[in-house]
Nanobody, 122 residues
Framework: VQLQASGGGLVQAGGSLRLSCSAS????????MGWFRQAPAKERAFVAG????????VYASSVKGRFTISRDGAKNTVYPQMNMLKPEDTAIYYC????????????????WGQGTQVTVSS
């Protein structure tokens, strides 16, 4: 599975962005997906995860209520919709794929995209 993240950019605090993670490979629909972010001088942190079916999602407490993750199996794409953005959301955002896990541990993901920069100005 090859992953391509996109949709990052510069946005003012309170604004919105929708990221995308497109996947190649016919078996994408069987993979659970996660999003992580890494700010400068910080460790990579879990943002959200979604099950292979899309029926189950999980969020970090810092984004719960502001971010929504969804997936479109026909397009092999996962979308985190990010609303009410804050300066502390500034980071490089990565998508990751794994079979059987969509939780907080980055070590359990097998495939990673290249990352997309999100910058939120105050």
């Amino acid at each position: 599975v090859q992953l391509q993240a996109s949709g990052g950019g510069l946005v003012q605090a309170g604004g919105s962005l929708r990221l995308s993670c497109s996947a190649s490979g016919r078996t994408f629909s069987s993979y659970d997906m996660g999003w992580f972010r890494q700010a400068p001088a910080k460790e990579r942190a879990f943002v959200a995860g979604i099950s292979w079916s899309g029926s189950s999602t999980v969020y970090a407490s810092s984004v719960k209520g502001r971010f929504t993750i969804s997936r479109d199996g026909a397009k092999n794409t996962v979308y985190p919709q990010m609303n009410m953005l804050k300066p502390e959301d500034t980071a490089i955002y990565y998508c990751a794929a794994n079979s059987g896990y969509y939780g907080v541990d980055p070590m359990r993901y097998d495939y990673w995209g290249q990352g997309t920069q999100v910058t939120v100005s105050s």
